[in-house]
């Protein structure tokens, strides 16, 4: 249970990413409630997750800094 809401977060990122804008206030929505090695765990989906999706890269390149740390590090 206690990995559920990550797991739940990734498949909700998953299916809005057809939408930049909703990816990110999605992707905000869980930097807020995640604990902070799920954080770090979902900065590490996204970058390979980005990869595959360019066009929400290029979107959130110009992303909001989350708790003072760049959201997307340069890849």
Do not use: C
């Not at 797991?7 to 930097?31: G, M, N, R």
């Not at 765990?41 to 970058?47: R, T, V």
């Amino acid at each position: 249970m206690a990995r559920a809401f990550y797991h739940y977060t990734i498949t909700i990122l998953e299916k809005v990413s057809f939408d930049p804008e909703l990816f990110q206030k999605e992707l905000e929505k869980a930097f807020q409630s995640l604990l902070d090695h799920e954080k770090v765990e979902l900065q590490i989906w996204l970058q390979k997750f980005l990869i595959k999706h360019p066009k929400l890269h290029e979107s959130l390149h110009n992303a909001d800094y989350f708790y003072g740390k760049e959201l997307i590090t340069a890849s």
